[in-house]
């Protein structure tokens, strides 16, 4: 375990933005996570789909990064600190189906359960079966915990997450390829890795009967892609992706965010939502 005192969030944070933390704590695995005495004030994980304040915060920050996992049979056994690109790899190595949609998502576990990340028309909920959380001094374990678009029963009550189960099904022999061709069009449509950013910012529209409206489509139709603020840009090659062009403040983000809500909000009179965590200092 680390501990660090006044660091900047910043340097914890894809977007590359966030102010001095007053204690960041790096918790390696379950057990030095556990060895934090009081229930921590905030848990991130890899901060790739969070925006920091420019003020930092006067809490304790908890980064779980790290721990184990295994398989067993069809079952994924992880603590939620481990990276979800290696439980992906690890999944297609034993042969096993389910994950493949999910290659190229970056972050933990832990960060994957609590906004259930998806894409290609999967979600990482579909396949937990049960999740260990810490919550109000307890450990207990929940099964088949409840999962919305991008939503959860984490999001929703918190709790610490810090294991989970899933369950992936017997593979077809395709999903190895199905996999490359995922990371083959995130490196074809996404900003790529060393460009700070915290993945689409705002969430597709999900319309009654279950189709989806991409928000970078309505986003591309208003103009947005290219536009700045201070140091905050619309990726050029996706209108669903702010970026840091260099020295980007919390607020330049949330002031282009708003003008991009706005614009959807006057042309199509639908609301756009942030898909990224926007974490408040008060
Ligand atoms: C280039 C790029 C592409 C992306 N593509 C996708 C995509 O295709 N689909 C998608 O869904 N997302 C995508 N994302 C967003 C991001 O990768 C996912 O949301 C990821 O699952 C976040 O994991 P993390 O560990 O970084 O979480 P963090 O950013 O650290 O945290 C996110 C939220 O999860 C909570 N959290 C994290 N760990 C725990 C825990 N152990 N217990 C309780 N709460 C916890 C935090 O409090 C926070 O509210 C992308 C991001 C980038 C930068």
Redesign the pocket.
């Known amino acids: 375990m680390k501990v660090f005192n006044n660091l900047p969030l910043k340097n914890f944070s894809?977007f590359r933005i966030g102010g001095p933390a007053r204690q960041i704590i790096l918790a390696e695995n379950r057990d030095e996570l556990l060895s934090v005495v009081e229930p921590p004030d905030?848990?991130?994980?890899?901060?790739?789909?969070?925006l920091f304040p420019d003020e930092g915060l006067d809490k304790r920050v908890i980064f779980?990064r790290g721990g184990s996992f295994h398989l067993d049979g069809r079952w994924v056994v992880a603590e939620?600190?481990v990276n979800?690109q290696e439980v992906v790899e690890k999944s297609l190595d034993h042969g096993l189906a389910g994950l493949e949609n999910l290659a190229g998502?970056?972050?933990?576990l832990?960060?994957?359960i609590?906004?259930n990340?998806?894409?290609f028309g999967s979600q990482i909920g579909d396949l937990v079966r049960e999740v260990e959380v810490w919550k109000e001094g307890e450990i207990v374990r929940l099964k088949n915990p409840w999962f919305g678009y991008?939503d959860s029963v984490?999001k929703r009550e918190g709790?610490?997450?810090l294991r989970a189960w899933l369950k992936l099904r017997k593979g077809t022999g395709r999903e190895r390829e199905v996999a490359r061709e995922r990371l083959k069009l995130r490196e074809i449509k996404?900003?790529s890795p060393e460009v700070p950013?915290?993945?689409?910012f705002f969430k597709n529209i999900l319309l009654p009967d279950g189709e989806k409206i991409p928000a970078g489509k309505l986003l591309e139709e208003v103009g947005a892609k290219g536009m700045k603020i201070g140091g905050a840009g619309v990726f050029p090659g996706h209108a669903n992706f702010i970026i840091n062009l260099g020295n980007a403040r919390a607020e330049d983000v949330l002031r282009l965010a708003s003008i991009l809500k706005r614009r959807v909000r006057e042309r199509f009179g639908i609301e756009l939502e942030e898909e990224v965590?926007i974490v408040r200092s008060t």
């Open positions: 894809r905030l848990v991130f994980g890899e901060g790739t789909n969070v779980f939620a600190g979800l998502i970056p972050g933990t832990g960060g994957a609590y906004g990340a998806g894409a991008r984490f709790g610490v997450i996404h900003p950013c915290a993945g689409s965590i």
